[in-house]
């Protein structure tokens, strides 16, 4: 796993109060309780934490390997 899969799941965790053993790569935002409203801002909290800038075209993300992803192509 790498380690932007790591601390995204850290910070999901701690965000939405779940154990970090629940979660993992294919957990969907949706299954977490995130609208689209707390997707933009779990992805700015994100952008400052990894100090990168996301495209905003590029917030279609559904799972949380989405979100990876996207963190580690801004990089």
Do not use: Y
Request: hydrophobic letters at 40%; charged letters at 30%.
């Amino acid at each position: 796993m790498s380690n932007t899969m790591n601390v995204l799941l850290q910070q999901v965790a701690e965000r939405f109060d779940k154990n970090i053993d629940e979660i993992g790569p294919e957990t969907s935002l949706e299954s977490l309780g995130v609208d689209s409203l707390g997707k933009i801002e779990l992805l700015f909290d994100l952008e400052d934490h990894f100090e990168v800038r996301l495209p905003n075209e590029d917030f279609k993300v559904v799972t949380l390997q989405d979100v990876a992803d996207l963190i580690d192509s801004a990089k």
